[in-house]
């Protein structure tokens, strides 16, 4: 899957895509691909990195990365809009939020749109754009926190048995279970 990096926010209405040239170290793509390298190793399910590239333009560059695809997958937010979800799968998506937090994983997008499930039951996490690996604290928390709004907004038109604290406790049981 090869994917452009872009702007978001205010950064965006300046450069849809250059970023500040601070060092081929420093590169946005390179960062994605040895956290995704590392995590992959770990057994976690990521998509496994295949290139990354940057093109230098003076004292900005622009970058992309192409990570594996994930077959017969959807978004969890896609889920949520086509029916309400087990209790199993709740707890399978906490289960992966919680290994990737018990592995350090800071995801710097923790959201609906970037977990997604295979037709198996399976669940895998993209976009590791700005995410890094940290120390316990109070980052898994807020990642929980944005999580939580996430599926709030994905669902706020749905019916109410999309997400309901019902489903939140699920998930929230079966993360501590493991955390």
Request: overall charge positive; some cysteine; aromatic content about 10%.
């Given at each position: 899957?090869?994917?452009?990096?872009?702007?978001?926010?205010?950064?965006?209405?300046v450069?849809?895509?250059?970023?500040?040239?601070?060092?081929?170290?420093?590169?946005?793509?390179?960062?994605?691909?040895r956290?995704?390298?590392?995590?992959?190793?770990?057994?976690?399910?990521?998509?496994?990195?295949?290139?990354?590239?940057?093109?230098?333009?003076?004292?900005?560059?622009?970058?992309?990365?192409?990570?594996?695809?994930?077959?017969?997958?959807?978004?969890?937010?896609?889920?949520?809009?086509?029916?309400?979800?087990?209790?199993?799968?709740?707890?399978?998506?906490?289960t992966?939020?919680?290994?990737?937090?018990?592995?350090?994983?800071?995801?710097?997008?923790?959201?609906?749109?970037?977990?997604?499930?295979?037709?198996?039951?399976?669940?895998?996490?993209?976009?590791?754009?700005r995410?890094?690996?940290?120390?316990?604290?109070?980052?898994?928390?807020?990642?929980?926190?944005?999580?939580?709004?996430?599926?709030?907004?994905?669902?706020?038109?749905?019916?109410p048995?999309?997400?309901?604290?019902?489903?939140?406790?699920?998930?929230?049981?079966?993360?501590?279970?493991?955390?």
């Amino acid at each position: 899957m090869l994917r452009h990096y872009r702007r978001g926010g205010l950064m965006a209405r300046v450069s849809r895509d250059l970023y500040w040239w601070n060092g081929e170290a420093a590169v946005r793509s390179f960062a994605e691909w040895r956290l995704l390298e590392f995590l992959a190793s770990r057994g976690l399910p990521v998509p496994r990195p295949v290139a990354a590239h940057y093109h230098r333009l003076g004292f900005t560059y622009r970058c992309d990365l192409i990570t594996q695809r994930l077959v017969n997958t959807r978004s969890l937010s896609e889920a949520l809009k086509a029916a309400a979800l087990a209790e199993k799968s709740w707890r399978a998506v906490a289960t992966v939020v919680a290994e990737l937090h018990r592995n350090g994983v800071d995801h710097a997008d923790l959201n609906a749109h970037n977990i997604l499930l295979d037709s198996s039951g399976g669940v895998s996490v993209i976009d590791f754009d700005r995410s890094r690996v940290r120390a316990p604290g109070g980052w898994q928390r807020r990642n929980l926190q944005r999580l939580h709004r996430s599926l709030l907004k994905v669902t706020h038109e749905l019916p109410p048995e999309r997400f309901s604290p019902q489903q939140w406790s699920w998930f929230m049981a079966a993360y501590e279970g493991v955390v």
